[in-house]
């Protein structure tokens, strides 16, 4: 890049502006982490807004902000573990049986505020590309391969580009591209992919959660859902697994209050439960539906999460 022209500052904080939400997006899919990817754009603004002394006309600004941020990205990723599912971790647990522990929160997926578009085909786009089965897939994927098919398939640079970003040659960055495509054809399907929301099933299911009808939760879910609860590694295979958790745990739907929102390019709500005259957050759960069913419930029981979608932490 060889600048011409220096970008004033008020031109500069306003289209960096414009760069935090897709940026917000971009972070989510290479770290898995909601809360990692809002530390990760934060970090990239800070070292843009250092660094832009020297930035040329508004053009080079959005490769050179994507540069920093995938090295950002790279960095967080490093050698640690892949974020995963608990299913990913252990067998189905007994509905009888106890939570066990929290497991660090650097162990799990966190969901994700659906991005939103004004054309629907980019809004059909963004959905599917934080599907929480896109994201769990990409976790398998050495951290720059997962930026090269990110920025390939999913934010549709060209290869001449992502090149330039990752100071690569474009025969590396095909290779890259078709080694990642690979690992994520081989991965689990979406149950519920290309399906539209169900906005009326996710109103039924409000309703039945509220006033704790256990028939009618269980009713709403596919034979053989799969319900997890992260922090903790504990899942339940199939409805009447689901059920029996339900009657006998004391984290069931009593006295809770539920916030519709959108999760992953899914159906989603807040969960809050009842204590001493005030409903306090407890978790968000993403529903995944497919053919009027929901085929897999993950209740993320991680309050912290609840800013991010812009739920207050009490309900009066």
């Keep these: 890049m060889n600048p011409t022209t220096v970008l004033a500052p008020p031109a500069l904080e306003r289209d960096l502006a414009a760069l935090r939400q897709p940026l917000f997006g971009y972070c989510y899919r290479m770290l898995g982490s909601a809360l990692e990817a809002e530390d990760a754009v934060q970090e990239t603004m800070m070292r843009a807004w250092r660094s832009a002394g020297g930035l040329a006309d508004p053009a080079g600004l959005r490769p050179w902000v994507y540069r920093i941020a995938t090295n950002v990205c790279i960095d967080a990723a490093g050698e640690r573990r892949r974020r995963a599912m608990p299913m990913d971790l252990a067998a189905a647990a007994d509905p ?13 997926l966190q969901p994700f505020p659906t991005p939103l578009a004004d054309d629907p085909s980019e809004r059909a786009i963004s959905r599917e590309s934080v599907r929480l089965a896109f994201v769990a897939a990409l976790q398998h994927l050495l951290p720059r391969q997962r930026a090269v098919l990110i920025l390939r398939d999913v934010l549709c640079w ?6 330039e970003l990752l100071d690569t040659s474009v025969d590396a960055v095909n290779s890259m591209l078709r080694r990642a495509r690979s690992v994520l054809a081989a991965a689990p399907a ?7 929301i169900d906005t009326g099933l996710l109103e039924r299911y409000v309703t039945a959660f509220e006033d704790f009808d256990i028939d009618t939760i ?31 745990s004391d984290l069931g739907c009593r006295g809770k209050r539920l916030v519709p929102i959108e999760a992953n390019g899914c159906p989603a709500v807040g969960v809050y439960r009842y204590h001493d005259g005030r ?20 209740a993320f029981l991680q309050p912290e999460l609840f800013a991010l979608f812009g739920l207050p932490a009490t309900l009066g």
Excluded: K, N, Y
Aim: aromatic share 8%.
């Design 190 to 196: 979406d149950p519920g992919a290309a399906e539209p």
């Design 158 to 163: 060209r290869a001449a580009e992502v090149a």
């Design 218 to 248: 269980v009713a709403l879910l596919r034979h053989d859902a799969v319900i997890d609860m992260p922090p903790v590694a504990f899942w339940l295979s199939g409805r009447e697994a689901f059920r029996r958790w339900l009657i006998e």
């Design 279 to 298: 409903f306090e957050a407890v978790g968000i759960q993403v529903l995944e539906c497919a053919g009027g069913e929901i085929v897999a419930l993950h």
């Design 96 to 108: 009888h049986g106890e939570l066990g522990p929290a497991l660090p929160e650097s162990t799990w």
